[in-house]
T-cell receptor
């Protein structure tokens, strides 16, 4: 079955630690995204990548880092510089963002990782 | 900057009743998406609306898009308990990224 997997499902971090969240997809999608969701709120874009070895900052990139060495994988590192990292993190993917009137960016989401700072 | 506003944020409705969720956005776009999220779960794609006047229906849910008014609606017909969830709209901006609304938490009461 094609899909997006995220691990771990739950993650606990001590203050001052870096932690890495995994995201893998086998949908053959070119674009991948990381979002943060806080309780009772919508999703905010952290980073996105449209192609291997390239990524761009989203709206709230400070304190986070990513890599895109393989098409299937887009790990997110939450660094100690992120002062309030407790949140639900969602990874998504979509087909390549082509131009033209027929293009659209329907994103498909993984199950999420819930990060808590102790 | 693209802003997306949903209302209401919270909605309690009786089974069998009809209601509409509204999604307003601030800049021109003809790409709008509706997602459903169950508590503690991920987002599930419901509808993709790609032009002015687009209407999509699936079961008791119907979504529409009016790009001139910068408004999308999600209409619920004869609600049932299984529809209880949080519904998000997302608008595709000029950079082709999605901006999400804050979500509407729907509770269907027996």
């Amino acid at each position: 079955d094609g899909g997006i997997t995220q691990s771990p499902k739950y993650l606990f971090r001590k203050e001052g630690q870096n932690v890495t969240l995994s995201c893998e997809q086998n949908l053959n999608h070119d674009a991948m995204y990381w979002y943060r969701q806080d309780p009772g709120q919508g999703l905010r874009l952290i980073y996105y990548s449209q192609i291997v070895n390239d990524f761009q900052k989203g709206d709230i990139a400070e304190g986070y880092s990513v890599s895109r060495e393989k098409k299937e994988s887009f790990p997110l590192t939450v660094t100690s510089a992120q002062k309030n990292p407790t949140a639900f993190y969602l990874c998504a993917s979509s087909k390549r963002l082509a131009g033209g009137s027929g293009s659209y960016n329907e994103q498909f989401f993984g199950p999420g990782t819930r990060l808590t700072v102790l | 900057e693209l802003k997306v506003e949903q209302n209401p944020l919270f909605l309690s409705m009786q089974e069998g009743k009809n209601y509409t969720i509204y999604c307003n956005y601030s800049t021109t776009s003809d790409r709008l998406y509706w997602y459903r999220q169950d508590p503690g779960k991920s987002l599930e794609s419901l509808f993709v609306l790609l032009s002015n006047g687009a209407v999509k229906q699936e079961g008791r849910l119907m979504a529409s898009l009016d790009t001139k008014a910068r408004l999308s609606t999600l209409h619920i017909t004869a609600a049932v308990h299984d529809l209880s969830a949080t519904y998000f709209c997302a608008v595709q901006g000029s950079a082709r990224q999605l901006t999400f609304g804050s979500g509407t938490q729907l509770t269907v009461l027996p």
